[in-house]
């Protein structure tokens, strides 16, 4: 099993930047997918971006050129760097690492998008 805790989130302006930060406990080359998903208020959750172990990047047609994941092997982090951010990007960020047959949830962290 894997133990995940986010980190980084807060209150941004529209058009600012912040960036999430995803601990694993163990190496995440053991980990097939890394991911961040992202539930709004009265929404269901959403996948936001997801990595691979390889390094393959997916991300939602919704944040495409705005947001970048990324991979910190060394210290066993995944990033997801945001930009010009939305109102609509309000939401909680959740970190899931899919080991195959489990997937594994961290507790969250709110990014709250407004003026």
């Known amino acids: 099993q894997v133990q995940v805790v986010e980190s980084g989130g807060g209150l941004v302006q529209p058009g600012g930047s912040l960036r999430l930060s995803c601990a694993a406990s163990?190496?995440?080359?053991?980990?097939?997918?890394m991911a961040w998903y992202r539930q709004a208020p009265g929404k269901q959750r959403e996948l936001v971006a997801a990595?691979?172990?390889?390094?393959?990047?997916h991300y939602a047609d919704s944040v495409k050129g705005r947001f970048t994941i990324s991979t910190d092997n060394a210290r066993n982090t995944v990033y997801l760097q945001m930009n010009s951010l939305k109102p609509e990007d309000t939401a909680v960020y959740y970190c899931?690492?899919?080991?195959?047959?489990?997937?594994?949830w961290g507790q969250g962290t709110q990014v709250t998008v407004s003026s």
């Open positions: 163990r190496n995440i080359f053991s980990i097939l997918v």
């Open positions: 899931n690492a899919d080991m195959g047959p489990l997937g594994y």
């Open positions: 990595i691979t172990r390889e390094g393959s990047a």
